[in-house]
């Protein structure tokens, strides 16, 4: 098994520069989302044609108890080791709801993989439901992340497992999301620096910002009923940006705070980034995606590759990734990854 926990924060203190406030904020999220290693014990299906590609379903175990699936699609033809993307749904989404990019992945020469995340798709019994529970169950007892940390954990273990296979060349790997997906997106890259190219979708943004500024209630519309169930249980009838911060210091703690954009997402650099935002999203408020954004730019230039960081604001667009983001994505991986 390569890269284990302490090995990653090794590389990164090997790594660090003469600031050591970033490699602490690493290190302080890598604590805060650490468990118990087990083995992945993955289960690999034999591969089915489709067209000139071949699809195979997987799994892997996590943790105890979280075994994930996934699904991987790569061109059929032999090429030895591959560049890699792994592609993260957005909430209510499934693995199911990426084929599309990872079949357009596969066809430029990616091996293309996507996984449920937790309490979504086959990892939700109970649908859609079973999200707020989960995260209304860590509001009331502090155990847990299922807000966007533990799938973090689950993209490392699956960068472990894609990191075994002969078919995927380890120093090629690319992460894209959408939405939920595209936090869990730059919160791995910030801390895993087996990431080597980064695609963060209609994602980035200040949730300290949008606590200010009464701004928090597209975001928490997405498990709005944990939301509300959580203000009844703190007998608060009209909810505010103190207890959306209250809140998040449960189920996600730092996530307005140490763990926000504006501190992680800078911490991607010098790697490439590209950060797809539409200009009218009320999930990402546009200052708020302004202050993150003027932070990363400033950490590319200082570490001189500007040219490793760019930005797509999406015009006359909310919360959606349009066919030119799509294409800019895959354009950004080929650019990086050279398949």
Request: proline letters at 8%.
């Amino acid at each position: 098994m390569r890269a284990p926990l302490l090995l990653i924060l090794a590389v990164l203190s090997a790594t660090a520069g003469a600031d050591p406030a970033p490699d602490a904020v690493r290190a302080d999220f890598l604590r805060l989302i650490g468990r118990p290693r087990v083995p992945l014990a993955p289960e690999v299906s034999p591969p089915t044609a489709d067209g000139t590609l071949l699809r195979l379903d997987f799994s892997f175990e996590t943790e105890a108890g979280q075994r994930v699936p996934g699904i991987l699609v790569e061109p059929a033809a032999p090429a030895g080791r591959r560049a890699a993307v792994i592609a993260l749904h957005g909430t209510g989404g499934s693995k199911e709801n990426e084929l599309p990019l990872l079949r357009e992945l596969a066809q430029s020469g990616f091996v293309a993989v996507a996984i449920d995340g937790r309490y979504h798709g086959a990892r939700a019994p109970g649908g859609k439901a079973d999200y707020a529970d989960a995260i209304l169950r860590a509001y009331r007892t502090g155990q847990e992340h299922p807000l966007f940390f533990d799938s973090v954990w689950d993209v490392m273990r699956l960068v472990d497992w894609l990191q075994t296979r002969s078919d995927v060349d380890p120093s090629r790997l690319g992460l894209i999301g959408i939405s939920k997906g595209g936090i869990e997106t730059y919160l791995t890259a910030a801390v895993d620096p087996r990431i080597a190219v980064a695609v963060p979708c209609i994602s980035v943004e200040s949730f300290r910002w949008a606590d200010e500024h009464d701004s928090w209630h597209s975001r928490i519309g997405t498990f709005q009923s944990a939301f509300d169930q959580a203000a009844k249980d703190a007998g608060i009838a009209k909810p505010d940006g103190a207890f959306v911060h209250a809140f998040y210091d449960r189920v996600a703690p730092g996530i307005d705070g140490e763990f926000d954009g504006p501190s992680m997402v800078p911490l991607i650099a010098p790697r490439p980034l590209l950060a797809i935002n539409g200009d009218s999203d009320p999930r990402t408020p546009r200052p708020g995606l302004d202050e993150c954004l003027a932070v990363v730019g400033a950490a590319y230039r200082r570490a001189g590759a500007d040219d490793h960081f760019a930005v797509l604001i999406q015009p006359n667009t909310g919360h959606k990734v349009t066919d030119l983001g799509y294409a800019r994505a895959r354009a950004w991986f080929v650019r990086w990854l050279h398949p």
